[in-house]
C-alpha cells in the first residue's frame, strides 16, 4: 500500500497519527466506515458536537453580515443561547483588537512534499499588518497554555496561513477562545524560529506515515488505551464497547466533529 498521489494531510488525519497509527490506516487508507454509535456517552459527545456545529455556523452568519437580532431569534437551546451571548459579549472586550476583515470557516491547504497539507480555519482576521486565526471551542475543559501551543492544530494552523499568505512568521498569531471562559483566551503569538521547527516537525512526519504505508499489514495500535475511549473504531480492535464516562481530552472530544470540518473545500496555493 502506498499514500493516495496528492493524498491531503490535515491537523485531523496528522494528530490521528500521532495518537494511533491504526486509526490513521482505518480512517484515512481503508476508509473504514464508522461502527454504530453503541453507547450513550458517545451520543451525548454527539449532542454536544451537533451544538457546537451550530455555534460555529453562528458566528459565520454573523460574520457574514446577519444580523443578530435575526440569529439570536432562531436559538432554541439554551446552552447554545449563553455560548452566543458569550460570543457577543466578546466582541466588545476580548475580542474587540481583532483586525477588521474577516472571514469565517475557511479551509485552506498548500503543498507540503508530494501532497497538500489543509487547515479548516474558525476565523480569520487580517489587515496589512497582522493575521489572527480564531478557533471558537465549546468544551469544558480549558487545556493549559503550553498544552495549546504544542497542540498539532496549532502548529497546523500558524504554519499554513503563513506558508499561504507569504507572510513572514511574527505577524501571524492563533487565539483560542472558550465558549465557557470568554475572558480568559489564550494568544499565541508566532515566530521565524517555530514555524521552521513547524517545517522541520511536519515534513518529517510527512515522511514517516509516507514509508509507513509502503509496509504491509496492521498498523500499530496505540499501547495508551485511554485514546480508545472514544474512538469510533474500538469494537474493531477489541478496546471495549462502552465509551469513556469521564470527560475526553480536547483532541479526543474532536473525534466526533472532524468528519464534518474535513468536507469543507479547501483554496489551493
Ligand atoms: S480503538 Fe484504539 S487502537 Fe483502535 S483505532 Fe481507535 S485508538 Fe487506535
Redesign the pocket.
Known sequence: MTLPLHFRFSQASLADYV??Q??FQ?RYLLEQAWPAVESEPLLERERLAELGRRFHRLIQQHVEGLSVEILTASIGEPELARWWQSYLDSLDRTLRDLPAQRRAEVAISIPLKSYRLTAHFDLIARDDDRAVIVDWKTEHRQPAREQLRQRLQTRVYRYVLTVAQQRPPGTVSMIYWFAQYPDLLVALPYDAAQHADDHQFLSELITEIEQRATQEGEWA??PDER??AY?V??S??D?GVYAGTSEPDEEDFDLVTRINIEQIDAIEY
Request: contains cysteine; glycine residues 0%.
Open positions: 495518537d494511533c491504526r486509526r482505518l495500535k496505540t485514546k480508545c474512538c473504531y474500538r474493531l480492535c478496546r
